[in-house]
C-alpha cells in the first residue's frame, strides 16, 4: 500500500456506562448504552467504511459497546483488546495508532473520553463542512464518532496531519 493512499481513523467513544460499584474499569454499559451502542454500528455501517482493524480499550464498557456495534457492520474488521488504550493519554493514543501496520487501511479506535476528543481536535488540521463545530458544541458525548481521513503512513500520524470528514452523535 502506497504512502499516498488515503487512510482513515474512526474513533467510537463507547457507550453510556453505569455506575455500580465496582472498579472504573469494570463498569458495564447503562441501559441507555445498550440502545446506543447498536445505533453507533449501524451508523458505522451506513458509512460504507469497511474497517480493517478496531482497537478496543480492555475496558468492560468499550469490549461492550464493540460487541454489540460490531454485529451491525456487514463485515467484523479484526480485533485487538488493547490494554493501552484504557485511561490513555493523546500522546498514548497517537503513539498506538502510530504502530499500525502499512496493510491497514481503515481503522477504528474504541475508547474513553478524555481521549478520543482530544485525539479527534488535535488531528483534525482541517475539517468538511461543521463537522469540527459540532463535536466541540457536542463535547464528543458517549457513542459518538469521528471520522478522520490522511494521506501518509500511519507512522507519520500526529498533531494536523488529518481532516474530520464526519461526527455524529446519538442524542445531537
Known amino acids: 500500500m502506497s504512502v499516498d493512499t488515503p487512510h482513515r ?18 463498569r458495564p454499559l447503562a441501559e441507555r448504552g445498550r440502545a446506543d451502542a447498536p445505533a453507533a454500528g449501524r451508523r458505522l455501517a451506513e458509512s460504507g467504511i469497511a474497517l480493517d482493524l ?3 480499550s ?16 456487514p463485515q467484523r474488521p479484526r480485533t485487538v483488546y488493547e490494554e493501552r488504550m484504557y485511561e490513555a493519554s493523546l500522546g498514548e493514543l497517537i503513539a498506538l495508532v ?18 478520543m476528543h482530544a485525539m479527534a481536535d488535535a488531528l ?35 498533531h494536523g496531519v488529518a481532516t474530520l470528514v464526519d461526527f455524529w452523535a446519538p442524542h445531537a
Do not use: Q
Open 58 to 73: 480492555s475496558a468492560v464498557r468499550t469490549r461492550e459497546t464493540w460487541k454489540l456495534a460490531v454485529h451491525e457492520l
Open 124 to 158: 483534525a488540521g482541517d475539517a468538511e463542512g461543521d463537522a469540527l463545530s459540532r463535536m466541540n458544541r457536542s463535547g464528543f458525548p458517549t457513542s459518538s464518532i469521528a471520522v478522520l481521513t490522511f494521506n501518509g503512513s500511519w507512522k507519520s500520524v500526529e
Open 54 to 56: 478496531a482497537l478496543c
Open 9 to 26: 481513523i474512526v474513533l467510537l467513544r463507547h457507550a453510556k456506562a453505569d455506575w455500580p460499584e465496582v472498579s472504573d474499569h469494570d
Open 98 to 115: 502510530n504502530e499500525t501496520p502499512e496493510d491497514v487501511s481503515d481503522l477504528l479506535l474504541i475508547g474513553h473520553n478524555p481521549g
